[in-house]
């Protein structure tokens, strides 16, 4: 058996902040995030750009927060998007996360890692018309 990764084990990685585990980002976490206000902000690698990095911090710190919470806490969250997000709000306060804290900098590490991750499991092969036969 291979050891490229396949969509099943990317999307199954497991993560942790502050040694707590993550659940996976699934389609319940994916869609509350979108309610919530996730802009996909992804990190670059000479971005020094404090326009940037507060959203990134924001959708990071939205993220790992939902990956912690039960299917139940989630699915409040896509329904109540302005109440989720005063918690996620209060949690980030509670786990002192900031822009120049360890608990920011780790937060976004795990966003990062997870969604590179979770891209990567659901990328489809990309089929050559040429190569493509019929199996009858």
Request: aromatic share 8%; net charge negative.
């Amino acid at each position: 058996m291979s050891d490229e990764p396949t969509p099943e084990k990317a999307f199954r990685a497991e993560y942790s902040f502050k040694g707590a585990t993550l659940k996976p980002f699934s389609f319940v976490r994916e869609t509350a995030a979108h309610a919530m206000g996730w802009k996909l902000h992804l990190p670059q690698a000479d971005d020094d750009n404090a326009a940037n990095v507060g959203p990134l911090l924001w959708d990071a710190t939205l993220i790992v927060w939902l990956c912690l919470q039960p299917d139940s806490v989630v699915q409040r969250a896509r329904r109540k998007p302005e109440e989720a997000q005063s918690k996620v709000d209060d949690w980030a306060d509670r786990e002192r996360i900031s822009l120049t804290s360890e608990s920011g900098q780790e937060a976004v590490q795990v966003y990062s890692e997870l969604l590179s991750d979770y891209f990567s499991s659901q990328s489809e092969p990309k089929i050559d018309e040429d190569q493509s036969e019929d199996p009858n």
